[in-house]
């Protein structure tokens, strides 16, 4: 027994390491050093070795939580940490090859309806159709749109995104990875060729040309114009960052939508539409998660995680 509790102070050690290696954020490290120190501890009792665990040894492991009649979404969370812990595959790792006994492993609870929150396929197609177009920044704007609805990219993907990056002949674009995201190459609509076209060919150089200019109340010092000439979208006044830009965006959506919020409430209505006609997999790679379980979560089984991520976000996130 000893033995397996040294063992397992290690493996959780190395977990906690790889999740700062991999940037998570404080209060969810927490959250899953808590849930795997439980799992390990149960596993210790059952004088289960953790590279043991099979399919069966979690079942029983969730039958082990129910005794302590924790919640449906509680037990969810559980294994959403015990995915991660065995997805950290190394020598160090229990499993060795990345593989996950609880994977696929999911409680579902009572059917619930998609909140308010969340918006469905056909009210996103009519944000993008009826975004109004005045001016050059307009139409900047619904080209960003049509990436936030169609590709579901992030905001610090949008950042990253360069012209080089649009293959606008095979009709693609390749959203490159981040902290917590793969690199993907996605298919474009129709519609969104002819507009990433004509952004790159009239509206961009336009924007480019005006922010170049000198103006008095700058200082040439504050623009960065070599990652101003990089940028596929590009603020107004020559910011690098386009906070602003998406601002904008939203504050001209809410004006007809009320109940759109911000650029992470399109994504996450994305996947959650986009998992009831396509596999784990597919969506996995469409939306550029590391690992399958940050999929998983998008399922309607935990809607009601979702709505509470889609509440704290800021509107600029």
Do not use: C
Not at 45 to 74: C, M, R, V, W
Not at 219 to 231: A, L, S, V, Y
Not at 287 to 303: D, M, Q
Request: net charge positive; proline share 3%; aromatic share 8%.
């Amino acid at each position: 027994m000893e033995k397996y509790k040294q063992q397992n102070n290690e493996y959780l050690q190395y977990f906690i390491n790889q999740l700062i290696k991999n940037k998570f954020a404080e209060d969810t490290i927490r959250m899953y050093k808590n849930y795997v120190s439980i799992f390990l501890i149960w596993s210790e009792e059952e004088n289960l070795k953790p590279e043991q665990a099979k399919y069966t040894d979690i079942i029983n492991f969730i039958e082990h939580l129910k005794e302590q009649e924790k919640s449906t979404g509680n037990i969810n969370r559980h294994l959403t940490a015990i995915r991660h812990f065995y997805n950290f595959s190394n020598e160090n790792n229990p499993s060795g090859d990345g593989h996950s006994p609880a994977e696929g492993v999911i409680l579902k609870g009572t059917k619930k309806q998609i909140p308010a929150d969340l918006l469905e396929e056909k009210e996103l197609k009519e944000l993008y159709e009826t975004y109004q177009i005045y001016t050059g920044r307009d139409k900047r704007n619904k080209a960003i749109l049509g990436l936030l609805i169609n590709q579901a990219v992030t905001t610090e993907e949008l950042h990253k995104l360069e012209p080089k990056h649009l293959l606008l002949d095979k009709g693609k674009i390749i959203i490159s990875g981040g902290k917590r995201s793969n690199q993907r190459t996605l298919k474009l609509q129709s519609y969104q060729i002819l507009e990433l076209y004509n952004y790159i060919e009239n509206i961009r150089p336009e924007i480019i040309k005006n922010i170049h200019q000198k103006r008095p109340a700058r200082k040439p010092d504050k623009i960065n114009r070599q990652r101003i000439n990089e940028q596929l979208f590009i603020s107004i006044n020559g910011n690098t960052q386009i906070k602003n830009s998406l601002l904008h965006l939203f504050r001209a959506l809410k004006k007809k939508y009320p109940n759109v919020k911000h650029a992470k409430q399109i994504r996450i209505s994305v996947i959650t539409n986009k998992l009831k006609t396509h596999n784990l997999r597919e969506v996995q790679y469409f939306a550029g998660h590391k690992w399958v379980s940050s999929t998983e979560r998008y399922k309607l089984g935990n809607i009601e995680d979702l709505k509470k991520e889609v509440d704290k976000y800021h509107p600029l996130n």
